[in-house]
């Protein structure tokens, strides 16, 4: 993986260390395992990484130039070596609500939003902790997903678990990190690329049952939850907009 360490964005893989403070890198290096899986599972030629657990626990007691370079070796590798790699997926999709909120959950619904490198303008948390890297700068989930919640008696709705654009349309267990997307027309379009799924929050658990927030777990119910994206190219997104994948 070929990556140096700079201060001007990667022209092959797009990182911008300008994006990144030390929280950013720091708690990005400790999940590095979880995005080689997660952008290998479906490729026939995974990732040769150095990103192990402990290589990256290893690299966590580095400096910060140490850490902010193995996250673009980490990026450059994911972006130029399984993105390419990854089957294609030419489904498409609407987005059925946008959602925002100034910190917590539910999020509430508005008609229209101007995305940024970190998201939707109108969005805020209430902690940057567990949110607000580069990576995770949309959150989207699925109508469908939130259908079969809803007939299994959970009280979700859209928004409710923080999502930022509920999608319809789309084969959700069909999503896997390195997929891009496109949202919207034209020159205010939104480029996306899928990173990891979300991890379940406990502030989730008023929204299922017994607060059963597992329910919305990646690993131990594939094709249930939430998708963390960054943004490729910023622009506006609206409610009715088209999604397309590939």
Not at 89 to 114: C, H, M, W, Y
Not at 128 to 153: F, I
Not at 169 to 187: E, F, K, P, Q, V
Request: net charge negative; hydrophobic share 40%.
């Amino acid at each position: 993986m070929a990556a140096s360490l700079t201060t001007d964005p990667c022209a092959d893989c797009g990182f911008d260390p300008a994006q990144w403070n030390e929280q950013d890198t720091a708690k990005t290096l400790g999940l590095a395992p979880e995005f080689v899986q997660e952008w290998s599972a479906r490729t026939e030629n995974p990732m040769t990484s150095p990103f192990s657990r402990a290589a990256a626990t290893a690299l966590l007691e580095g400096g910060a130039d140490d850490q902010r370079l193995a996250v673009h070796q980490l990026w450059h590798g994911l972006v130029t070596e399984l993105a390419p790699v990854q089957p294609v997926f030419e489904g498409s999709g609407v987005v059925t609500q946008l959602n925002v909120s100034s910190g917590g959950v539910p999020k509430t619904a508005i008609d229209r939003g101007e995305v940024g490198i970190r998201g939707l303008m109108a969005d805020t948390q209430n902690a940057r902790v567990h949110h607000g890297r580069p990576w995770q700068a949309l959150c989207l989930w699925s109508t469908d997903v939130l259908a079969e919640l809803q007939a299994e008696g959970h009280p979700i709705g859209a928004g409710s678990a923080g999502e930022n654009v509920t999608l319809s349309g789309i084969d959700w267990a069909s999503l896997r990190g390195g997929m891009r997307l496109t949202i919207g027309a034209g020159d205010d379009a939104v480029e996306c690329q899928l990173t990891l799924p979300a991890v379940p929050c406990s502030k989730n658990s008023a929204w299922f049952l017994n607060g059963d927030i597992d329910r919305m777990d990646h690993d131990l119910n594939p094709g249930s939850s939430r998708w963390y994206a960054s943004v490729l190219r910023p622009g506006w997104i609206a409610t009715g907009d088209a999604v397309r994948f590939g």
